[in-house]
């Protein structure tokens, strides 16, 4: 295991440190671990406000922005933030029309986002909050009560991003977001494990000729391990899981996600197989995703995420975003 | 190795497949290998057309589109397009007022797109070409004769794609291009080997203690081995090689580039470390980019490219770009 890091230890600081003198239009506190967007709080906008363990990145940092989030509290590796930390990230942002909390479903992060809200609500914002939980893989995990929030995670944010940026009220951007999240499912593989620097050795051993169905985005157990197989059998494994789910139907948004080691050509092989399996079940992608968005270290594999669109969630998914990584129309 | 593929043999026609469902403005002839814009051609438009072999993704397919690429002829993995495939392009994009051949400098490419040139040019196509040679690790090495082309050819086909796109003639676009070249330098470190899909193995070998400096594009030994280090000083060494080839001064457009299979949270460390250094030298990163953009398969490490800024290159640069990996403005 090698890492182009100075020091398990300082891992998410120097990260922040290189986040903020990349990008002129975000504001990082490296201490407080909080990044949001330079022209934050916007008052009469709602805010939105994300965050859970780093090692996901871009996920949150990577999307804030314009119509997309306002503020991102990122954790140590696959460790939730804390309290005080949502809170700050809260307070920065709060522009007087109410903050909605983006989280993913883990067990720490809906604690410390729930203990944060409590914090927040006596201070006398009004905090709303949207709870994403797409992985069909398993129900109940490691860190987990019912199921995982992944990759939709980032279409709540981009969706919902748009509706607070068009001027809507945290009612409206609550109900999209969890329009969003009613509509999307998603399922990833592993081809190898991460590793967590201050580990220093990877989280599980997967040998050379198997992969692991179902992985969740901290490395833990999916449903099966299965032989390595084609891009084709691999990507069928996931869509057969996503449609035994919610079946495909019309047009959808899809990503095809890398967990973090794999390369785009990889990626746009996978994604191939995806469309091809959608159109064969008589379902259209009207828009995709193809990169690593929602990723897990260095681990090699992807993911795939589907929302089935409306007009509505069409029309919000192309407004205009400029975040460090997911950029549009503006 | 494991792969995210199909088969060894049609990786890159199943990744052009997927890239053609991904990207509706872009037109991809699977079979010809040739990607190119939709809008192509643009009568009265210089047209930017480049090439080489695949595994570089997203270059050079991932930036054709407004205001960069108007056409790229990728080859098979680490193979360099075939001359009638360069020809393909050429036709396919130019509206009339030229077409500009933008070429990494590695023996092959240099050899096909000269004859590619030759056969525009008994066809009356007017076509001009700018080699791109940024690589100061080495002078002569695997494939190469002189300096290698690395990752400014990201920032050639960007500014001179922007001229183009302002109307600019032929003449001037080539210009532009050969100015970029001029102001740019590269250093890449690799943390570990590639894995060519058609060799089902690891192309060198790097104890897990060491690292190679220097590395090329396609796994070419660098300068040499040295034990591996801090993201600190691992940016130093990249950034001395570079200072000391053209000293860092004033406004800097500066690339931290992951080489396919290092995650972006490294690749932000070790921007921190690269934006510290130019300070510590008196310049400014004026303008950066944080990501995988000039890659090599799987590969783990990184290359800084440092490109010195002057005010029309800076405007050129921040011009709208809406290409499947390179967008902003628009």
Redesign the interface.
């Known amino acids: 295991?090698?890492?182009?890091?100075?020091?398990a230890e300082s891992?998410v600081a120097?990260?922040?440190?290189?986040?903020a003198?990349?990008h002129p239009a975000l504001r990082v506190d490296v201490e407080a671990r909080v990044v949001w967007r330079a022209d934050a709080p916007r008052v009469g906008k709602v805010a939105l406000v994300s965050g859970g363990g780093?090692?996901h990145?871009?996920l949150h940092a990577?999307f804030v922005g314009y119509g997309m989030l306002d503020a991102a509290c990122p954790g140590e590796i696959f460790t939730s933030p804390v309290p005080d930390q949502v809170v700050a990230a809260t307070e920065r942002v709060d522009g007087g029309a109410g903050v909605l909390h983006v989280i993913k479903n883990y067990t720490g992060d809906v604690m410390n986002f729930e203990l944060a809200a409590e914090l927040c609500a006596q201070q006398g914002m009004a905090v709303a909050s949207v709870l994403v939980d797409d992985d069909v893989a398993v129900q109940d995990s490691l860190y987990t009560a019912g199921r995982r929030g992944t990759g939709a995670t980032l279409f709540v944010e981009k969706i919902a991003g748009a509706v607070a940026e068009a001027g809507a009220p945290l009612a409206e951007a609550t109900r999209v977001a969890g329009a969003v999240v009613a509509r999307s499912r998603s399922f990833g593989i592993a081809?190898?494990s991460c590793a967590v620097p201050a580990a220093g050795k990877p989280t599980f051993d997967l040998p050379?000729t198997e992969?692991e169905l179902g992985i969740g985005i901290h490395g833990e157990p999916g449903r099966t391990r299965a032989p390595?197989a084609?891009?084709?059998d691999?990507a069928a494994v996931a869509m057969d899981a996503v449609h035994g789910d919610l079946p495909l139907a019309g047009d959808l948004l899809v990503m095809v996600n890398g967990m973090?080691?794999?390369?785009?050509?990889?990626?746009?092989?996978?994604?191939?197989?995806v469309?091809a399996y959608i159109r064969g079940k008589g379902a259209r992608?009207a828009r995709?995703l193809?990169?690593?968005y929602v990723?897990s270290?260095?681990m090699?594999?992807?993911s795939v995420t589907v929302c089935q669109l409306d007009d509505e969630l069409t029309e919000l998914w192309d407004a205009p975003v400029?975040t460090p990584?997911l950029?549009?129309?503006?």
Chains 1, 2 share one sequence.
Request: without cysteine; proline residues 3%.
């Open positions: 295991m090698k890492k182009l890091i100075n020091d891992v120097d990260a922040l440190t290189g986040l003198a990349a780093s090692g990145e871009p990577g081809l190898t050379e992969v390595l084609s891009a084709r691999l973090g080691g794999t390369p785009l050509i990889e990626l746009y092989i996978a994604f191939a197989e469309e992608v995709s193809v990169g690593n990723t270290l260095d090699q594999g992807f400029q990584s950029r549009w129309g503006r």
